[in-house]
């Protein structure tokens, strides 16, 4: 069955999503990029208000694929106490050497998920290196949150290609990307693990903006009932 993953910026928005029973709360600043890094003591925070309730996942920042950069903003987050740590595999850097540095947190039994972005056209045969870095998932965003939705981006039928190739390596597999409420039926349809949301669960749409309580409750009651 697949769930529903919201973005919240602070421990209010948390609350709400945690009311709403929505299904992983994600903690990021959309204001701060595609995968803006909240702060520590933020996720600190909400994680001890949250107290096992509900998966919770965070991400690193819009970060370069330095491995030292990236493991030491792994290492900080996972150590937050949230149950899977977000690493956008941004355009240029070093991609295997950071998959390789990586390994060690994931033997080390730190969740990681790997985001990439479908507006950089990722090549899917990295998922099995990811998958080989004791990465537990992957998620398909975009990057650039002005062109448009992930269905804008990418046709369908690559984004069921990326879902399967998720499966085929044993990875939880996630979509989002400035997902509307007309995107949910075709996306549930792949079968993904999640589908997460920030814009939409938001006033007037704005990913910057306050949590929409009407919103949220919509689109989860939607996901259930598909």
């Known amino acids: 069955m697949t769930g529903m993953l919201a973005s919240v910026t602070h421990l209010q928005e948390a609350l709400q999503a945690l009311q709403y029973e929505v ?27 949250i107290n096992g309730q509900r998966q919770i996942s965070a991400t690193i920042g819009d970060l370069p694929m330095h491995p030292q950069t990236i493991f030491s903003a792994v290492l900080a987050k996972a150590e937050t106490g949230v149950d899977f740590v977000k690493i ?7 991609w295997n050497a950071t998959l390789d540095a990586l390994a060690d947190l994931g033997n080390a039994g730190i969740n990681m998920i790997a985001v990439l972005f479908a507006d950089t056209q990722p090549e899917l045969g990295i998922l099995s290196k990811i998958k080989s870095a004791r990465f537990r998932g992957v ?4 990057m650039d949150k002005q ?27 996630g979509l989002a990307g400035s997902l509307r409420v007309a995107d949910i039926p075709a996306l ?32 989860c009651s939607l996901i259930k009932k598909l």
């Open 23 to 49: 299904d992983i709360i994600d903690l990021k600043d959309p204001a701060q990029g595609a995968l803006g890094d909240l702060e520590i003591e933020s996720i600190k925070t909400i994680v001890k208000a």
């Open 88 to 94: 956008g595999f941004f355009p240029g850097g070093d």
């Open 139 to 142: 998620m398909l965003d975009t």
């Open 147 to 173: 062109k448009g939705s992930l269905t804008d981006m990418m046709p369908q039928k690559s984004i069921q290609n990326f879902v399967e190739q998720a499966a085929a390596n044993h990875l939880i597999c």
């Open 188 to 219: 549930k349809s792949l079968k993904p693990d999640y589908l997460g949301f920030r814009g939409a669960l938001c006033s007037q749409q704005k990913r910057t903006g306050e949590l929409d309580e009407s919103a949220i409750k919509a689109i």
